[in-house]
Protein backbone atom coordinates (compact mmCIF):
# COMPACT_ATOMS: atom_id res chain seq x y z
CA UNK A 1 0.00 0.00 0.00
CA UNK A 2 1.69 3.53 -0.65
CA UNK A 3 0.80 6.48 0.66
CA UNK A 4 1.52 10.29 -0.15
CA UNK A 5 2.24 13.09 1.46
CA UNK A 6 -1.72 14.00 1.75
CA UNK A 7 -2.34 10.67 3.12
CA UNK A 8 -0.11 10.82 6.14
CA UNK A 9 -1.80 11.08 9.23
CA UNK A 10 -1.78 14.66 10.61
CA UNK A 11 -1.35 16.28 7.32
CA UNK A 12 1.49 18.84 7.22
CA UNK A 13 3.05 21.48 9.08
CA UNK A 14 5.37 24.44 8.17
CA UNK A 15 8.74 24.33 9.73
CA UNK A 16 10.34 27.21 9.39
CA UNK A 17 9.35 27.84 5.45
CA UNK A 18 9.64 24.48 4.81
CA UNK A 19 6.32 22.54 4.62
CA UNK A 20 6.83 18.84 5.72
CA UNK A 21 4.31 15.92 7.20
CA UNK A 22 3.60 15.94 10.39
CA UNK A 23 4.56 11.92 9.94
CA UNK A 24 8.15 11.76 9.86
CA UNK A 25 10.95 9.65 10.78
CA UNK A 26 14.02 9.43 13.11
CA UNK A 27 16.85 7.43 11.12
CA UNK A 28 18.63 6.76 14.96
CA UNK A 29 17.42 3.08 14.66
CA UNK A 30 19.77 2.72 11.44
CA UNK A 31 22.79 2.52 12.79
CA UNK A 32 24.91 -0.36 14.46
CA UNK A 33 23.82 -1.03 18.17
CA UNK A 34 24.27 1.26 20.58
CA UNK A 35 24.18 3.47 17.64
CA UNK A 36 27.82 2.82 17.11
CA UNK A 37 29.22 1.47 13.95
CA UNK A 38 27.09 0.84 10.37
CA UNK A 39 24.02 -1.54 10.95
CA UNK A 40 24.07 -5.24 10.47
CA UNK A 41 21.59 -5.21 7.13
CA UNK A 42 22.98 -1.85 5.36
CA UNK A 43 20.76 -2.78 2.49
CA UNK A 44 17.58 -3.25 5.02
CA UNK A 45 18.48 0.13 6.17
CA UNK A 46 18.68 1.68 2.73
CA UNK A 47 15.07 0.04 2.24
CA UNK A 48 13.64 1.44 5.22
CA UNK A 49 15.07 5.37 4.07
CA UNK A 50 13.32 4.51 0.63
CA UNK A 51 10.38 3.01 2.00
CA UNK A 52 9.82 5.95 4.16
CA UNK A 53 10.19 8.25 1.16
CA UNK A 54 7.91 5.96 -0.52
CA UNK A 55 5.39 6.68 1.85
CA UNK A 56 5.25 10.16 1.10
CA UNK A 57 7.21 10.99 4.19
CA UNK A 58 9.34 14.48 3.86
CA UNK A 59 10.80 14.72 7.66
CA UNK A 60 13.52 13.15 8.14
CA UNK A 61 15.52 13.57 11.44
CA UNK A 62 19.03 12.41 11.84
CA UNK A 63 22.47 13.60 13.48
CA UNK A 64 26.50 13.24 13.09
CA UNK A 65 26.70 11.75 16.29
CA UNK A 66 24.92 8.68 15.01
CA UNK A 67 27.33 5.87 14.22
CA UNK A 68 29.31 8.36 14.36
CA UNK A 69 28.12 9.61 10.84
CA UNK A 70 26.76 6.75 9.32
CA UNK A 71 23.05 7.64 9.35
CA UNK A 72 24.03 10.68 7.46
CA UNK A 73 25.94 8.69 4.75
CA UNK A 74 23.12 5.85 4.52
CA UNK A 75 20.68 8.76 3.74
CA UNK A 76 22.64 10.29 1.22
CA UNK A 77 23.48 6.93 -0.91
CA UNK A 78 19.32 5.79 -0.47
CA UNK A 79 18.30 9.12 -1.35
CA UNK A 80 20.65 11.66 -3.10
CA UNK A 81 19.63 13.61 -4.99
CA UNK A 82 16.52 14.54 -2.62
CA UNK A 83 13.18 15.49 -3.59
CA UNK A 84 12.70 18.70 -3.35
CA UNK A 85 10.23 18.33 -0.81
CA UNK A 86 12.57 16.13 1.45
CA UNK A 87 13.82 17.95 4.50
CA UNK A 88 16.38 16.43 6.02
CA UNK A 89 16.65 17.89 9.98
CA UNK A 90 19.81 17.34 12.16
CA UNK A 91 21.40 17.90 15.29
CA UNK A 92 24.87 19.44 16.42
CA UNK A 93 26.65 19.93 19.86
CA UNK A 94 27.47 15.85 20.95
CA UNK A 95 29.89 14.25 19.78
CA UNK A 96 30.53 10.25 20.87
CA UNK A 97 33.52 8.73 23.35
CA UNK A 98 35.06 5.29 22.55
CA UNK A 99 32.23 3.80 25.15
CA UNK A 100 29.38 4.81 23.43
CA UNK A 101 28.89 7.77 25.57
CA UNK A 102 27.64 11.62 24.25
CA UNK A 103 29.63 14.11 25.30
CA UNK A 104 28.64 17.70 24.43
CA UNK A 105 30.27 19.40 21.59
CA UNK A 106 29.32 22.80 22.05
CA UNK A 107 32.56 24.68 21.52
CA UNK A 108 32.46 27.21 18.50
CA UNK A 109 35.22 24.93 16.66
CA UNK A 110 33.37 21.82 17.29
CA UNK A 111 29.55 23.32 16.02
CA UNK A 112 31.43 24.64 12.61
CA UNK A 113 33.00 21.23 11.83
CA UNK A 114 30.14 19.60 12.93
CA UNK A 115 27.97 21.60 10.42
CA UNK A 116 30.79 21.30 7.69
CA UNK A 117 30.33 17.54 8.20
CA UNK A 118 27.08 17.33 8.18
CA UNK A 119 26.58 19.26 4.61
CA UNK A 120 29.73 16.76 2.89
CA UNK A 121 27.93 13.34 4.79
CA UNK A 122 24.69 14.20 3.47
CA UNK A 123 25.60 15.91 0.03
CA UNK A 124 24.00 19.50 0.57
CA UNK A 125 25.30 22.88 0.13
CA UNK A 126 22.98 23.90 2.71
CA UNK A 127 21.29 22.30 5.68
CA UNK A 128 17.46 23.16 5.97
CA UNK A 129 17.30 22.56 9.70
CA UNK A 130 20.26 22.67 12.64
CA UNK A 131 18.75 21.38 16.12
CA UNK A 132 22.00 22.19 19.14
CA UNK A 133 21.42 20.07 21.56
CA UNK A 134 22.09 21.34 24.92
CA UNK A 135 22.29 19.42 28.26
CA UNK A 136 23.81 15.58 28.28
CA UNK A 137 22.47 12.05 28.19
CA UNK A 138 20.69 12.93 31.46
CA UNK A 139 18.46 15.28 30.14
CA UNK A 140 18.24 19.13 29.66
CA UNK A 141 20.39 20.93 32.26
CA UNK A 142 20.29 24.76 33.24
CA UNK A 143 22.80 27.21 31.61
CA UNK A 144 23.17 29.72 29.04
CA UNK A 145 23.16 28.42 25.47
CA UNK A 146 24.20 31.89 23.82
CA UNK A 147 27.45 31.08 22.96
CA UNK A 148 26.72 27.88 21.01
CA UNK A 149 23.55 29.17 19.55
CA UNK A 150 25.07 32.24 18.37
CA UNK A 151 27.60 30.18 16.59
CA UNK A 152 24.95 28.25 14.60
CA UNK A 153 23.02 31.43 14.15
CA UNK A 154 26.35 32.91 12.44
CA UNK A 155 26.56 29.76 10.04
CA UNK A 156 22.33 30.49 9.51
CA UNK A 157 23.57 34.26 8.19
CA UNK A 158 26.60 32.65 6.15
CA UNK A 159 24.06 30.61 4.47
CA UNK A 160 25.13 27.16 5.40
CA UNK A 161 21.65 26.72 7.52
CA UNK A 162 18.11 27.47 6.88
CA UNK A 163 16.29 27.77 9.88
CA UNK A 164 17.41 26.62 13.36
CA UNK A 165 16.56 24.78 16.68
CA UNK A 166 16.93 23.41 19.98
CA UNK A 167 17.33 19.65 21.73
CA UNK A 168 16.91 18.66 24.85
CA UNK A 169 16.10 22.07 26.08
CA UNK A 170 14.50 23.90 29.11
CA UNK A 171 12.05 26.63 28.52
CA UNK A 172 13.77 28.98 29.94
CA UNK A 173 16.95 27.70 27.03
CA UNK A 174 13.83 27.94 24.34
CA UNK A 175 12.91 31.59 25.53
CA UNK A 176 16.79 32.65 25.29
CA UNK A 177 17.84 31.10 21.75
CA UNK A 178 14.64 33.10 19.92
CA UNK A 179 15.80 36.69 21.88
CA UNK A 180 19.39 35.28 19.63
CA UNK A 181 17.40 34.43 16.61
CA UNK A 182 14.12 32.56 15.42
CA UNK A 183 13.14 29.03 15.77
CA UNK A 184 11.21 26.70 13.92
CA UNK A 185 11.17 23.27 16.52
CA UNK A 186 12.34 22.09 19.55
CA UNK A 187 13.06 18.76 19.98
CA UNK A 188 12.81 17.18 23.59
CA UNK A 189 11.85 14.13 25.61
CA UNK A 190 8.09 13.92 25.78
CA UNK A 191 5.02 11.64 25.36
CA UNK A 192 1.90 9.85 27.09
CA UNK A 193 3.62 8.87 30.11
CA UNK A 194 6.43 11.73 29.85
CA UNK A 195 4.74 15.71 30.05
CA UNK A 196 6.98 17.52 31.59
CA UNK A 197 6.69 20.03 28.42
CA UNK A 198 2.95 20.59 28.23
CA UNK A 199 3.06 23.97 29.17
CA UNK A 200 6.08 24.49 26.39
CA UNK A 201 4.30 23.14 23.79
CA UNK A 202 1.04 25.12 24.07
CA UNK A 203 2.95 28.44 24.21
CA UNK A 204 4.92 26.83 21.10
CA UNK A 205 1.33 26.14 19.55
CA UNK A 206 0.66 29.58 20.18
CA UNK A 207 3.71 30.79 18.07
CA UNK A 208 3.72 28.68 15.49
CA UNK A 209 6.76 26.75 16.37
CA UNK A 210 6.91 23.10 16.26
CA UNK A 211 7.67 20.74 18.54
CA UNK A 212 9.12 17.26 17.81
CA UNK A 213 9.39 14.31 20.89
CA UNK A 214 11.85 12.35 21.00
CA UNK A 215 11.43 8.64 22.14
CA UNK A 216 7.73 9.29 21.05
CA UNK A 217 6.71 5.34 22.01
CA UNK A 218 9.54 5.29 24.95
CA UNK A 219 8.96 5.49 29.01
CA UNK A 220 6.16 3.76 29.67
CA UNK A 221 6.54 1.51 33.03
CA UNK A 222 3.87 -1.19 33.26
CA UNK A 223 1.74 0.37 35.51
CA UNK A 224 0.93 3.09 33.02
CA UNK A 225 1.08 0.40 30.05
CA UNK A 226 -2.26 -1.22 31.98
CA UNK A 227 -4.32 1.67 31.19
CA UNK A 228 -2.44 2.59 27.39
CA UNK A 229 -2.93 -1.35 26.67
CA UNK A 230 -6.96 -1.20 27.81
CA UNK A 231 -7.53 1.92 25.09
CA UNK A 232 -5.88 -0.17 22.49
CA UNK A 233 -7.41 -3.31 22.93
CA UNK A 234 -10.63 -1.51 23.27
CA UNK A 235 -9.80 0.20 19.56
CA UNK A 236 -8.68 -3.22 18.34
CA UNK A 237 -5.47 -1.70 17.96
CA UNK A 238 -1.72 -1.56 19.76
CA UNK A 239 -0.12 0.30 22.27
CA UNK A 240 2.34 1.92 20.22
CA UNK A 241 -0.52 2.64 17.80
CA UNK A 242 -2.11 4.81 20.46
CA UNK A 243 0.99 6.31 21.95
CA UNK A 244 2.08 7.85 18.10
CA UNK A 245 -2.11 9.01 17.23
CA UNK A 246 -2.14 10.76 20.65
CA UNK A 247 0.99 12.73 20.13
CA UNK A 248 -0.85 13.76 17.27
CA UNK A 249 -4.01 14.45 18.92
CA UNK A 250 -2.13 16.14 21.58
CA UNK A 251 -1.25 19.39 20.05
CA UNK A 252 -1.24 20.88 15.89
CA UNK A 253 2.87 21.57 16.58
CA UNK A 254 3.97 17.96 17.03
CA UNK A 255 5.52 16.49 15.05
CA UNK A 256 6.52 12.92 14.94
CA UNK A 257 10.11 11.14 14.20
CA UNK A 258 9.41 7.51 15.57
CA UNK A 259 12.36 5.76 14.66
CA UNK A 260 12.50 1.69 13.22
CA UNK A 261 14.94 -0.29 11.32
CA UNK A 262 12.54 -1.96 9.54
CA UNK A 263 10.14 -0.95 6.64
CA UNK A 264 7.33 -3.30 7.92
CA UNK A 265 7.37 -1.77 11.19
CA UNK A 266 7.46 2.34 9.50
CA UNK A 267 4.59 1.31 7.71
CA UNK A 268 2.60 0.04 10.89
CA UNK A 269 3.69 2.99 12.60
CA UNK A 270 2.58 5.53 9.98
CA UNK A 271 -0.90 3.37 9.85
CA UNK A 272 -1.30 3.46 13.40
CA UNK A 273 -0.47 7.06 13.59
CA UNK A 274 -3.85 7.96 11.93
CA UNK A 275 -6.02 5.56 14.66
CA UNK A 276 -8.94 7.96 15.70
CA UNK A 277 -9.35 8.81 19.15
CA UNK A 278 -12.49 9.15 21.13
CA UNK A 279 -13.05 12.29 23.43
CA UNK A 280 -13.31 9.01 26.53
CA UNK A 281 -10.32 7.27 24.93
CA UNK A 282 -8.39 11.25 25.06
CA UNK A 283 -9.59 11.09 28.76
CA UNK A 284 -8.36 7.79 29.75
CA UNK A 285 -4.76 8.35 27.84
CA UNK A 286 -4.93 11.47 29.79
CA UNK A 287 -4.29 10.41 33.07
CA UNK A 288 -1.34 8.28 32.71
CA UNK A 289 0.56 11.44 32.22
CA UNK A 290 -1.13 13.03 35.24
Known sequence: MSMSSASLPGGTWALGGLTVTRFGYGAMQLAGPGVMGPPADRDGALAVLRAAAGLGITHIDTSGAYGPRVTNQLIR??????????????????????????????????????????????GLEVLDL????????????????????AVLAELQRQGLIRHLGVSNATAEQVAEAQAIAPIACVQNLYNLAYRQDDKLIDMLAEQGVAYVPFFPLGGFSPLQSSALSAVAAGLGSTPMS?????????????????????????RANAAGAGLSLSGQDLAELDEIGH
Open 130 to 149: VNLRLGDATGPQPGSLAEPF
Open 242 to 266: VALAWLLHRSPNILLIPGTSSAEHL
Open 77 to 122: EALHPYPESLHIVTKVGATRDSQGGWPPARQPEDLRRSVHENLNDL
